[in-house]
């Protein structure tokens, strides 16, 4: 069946480092590809989206790019700051829209 | 512009209680969800709806029941709550057929069985 995978956490990066998170999935067909955002307390929210093959999504800083060959959708940004601390869930979904499948969330801490 | 309205925030139940968590949506979406948020396990679906008038299990249905009541709402109801069910519950929707298009999530529904 369709699944994500990405890495473990947590992740803990200074201000103004690299931020790389991977994520790689199952899935059969073309399913749309997403990275959320959940801050402390507070529910998922999108972050970016990429539908097709070789689609970027940005936004706030952030991209990732479909990679059809490779299976993956790796989150990255260049400079990080203290307000980007969050948990990241890499998901896709499939089969017209009406299943969504999420990785297991990777907590990122960003320190002054 | 509410999007996705969870009630309640939080709630505290007695093992054997039962209570139901509401879930609204303005946003005219064909498809909703209810997931279960455990430490270290992601987000696990447990009941979705892929249109008005259906619903279907997820991973981990046993001990929930939902209902579809209209386009706009989607209940989980817990019969008998159990510890085992004490996590953080998202409602999320999407619009489904029309696309395949982002899922919209509540803010969440803290749930405590001791």
């Known amino acids: 069946g369709d699944s994500v995978t990405q890495m473990e956490g947590p992740v803990t990066l200074s201000e103004e480092a690299f931020l790389t998170i991977n994520c790689t999935y199952t899935a059969t067909g073309y399913p749309s590809l997403f990275w959320y955002v959940q801050y402390p307390g507070e529910g998922l929210q999108l972050l970016l989206k990429?539908?097709?093959?070789?689609d970027k999504g940005s936004n706030k800083g952030f991209e990732a790019t479909y990679r059809k060959e490779t299976t993956s959708f790796h989150l990255e940004k260049g400079s990080v700051q203290v307000s980007d601390s969050a948990v990241y869930f890499c998901a896709l979904s499939n089969a017209g829209g009406n299943q969504f499948y999420f990785g297991t969330g990777t907590s990122l801490t960003v320190i002054p | 512009n509410a999007g996705v309205t969870q009630t309640p925030k939080f709630q505290v139940l007695k093992t054997g209680q039962s209570m139901t968590l509401q879930c609204a949506q303005d946003?005219?979406?064909?498809?909703m969800y209810w997931y279960r948020q455990d430490p270290g396990m992601g987000l696990r679906l447990i009941y979705y709806s892929a249109s008005e008038g259906t619903t279907d299990k997820g991973e981990v249905p046993n001990g929930y029941n939902v209902s579809r009541l209209n386009k706009r709402e989607f209940s989980l109801r817990l019969e008998s709550a159990a510890p085992s069910q004490t996590s953080v519950y998202f409602c999320?929707?999407?619009?489904?057929?029309?696309?395949?298009?982002?899922?919209?999530f509540g803010q969440g529904t803290r749930l405590t069985v001791v």
């Open positions: 999320a929707s999407s619009e489904g057929d029309r696309g395949i298009t982002e899922a919209f």
């Open positions: 990429a539908t097709k093959a070789d």
């Open positions: 946003m005219n979406h064909n498809s």
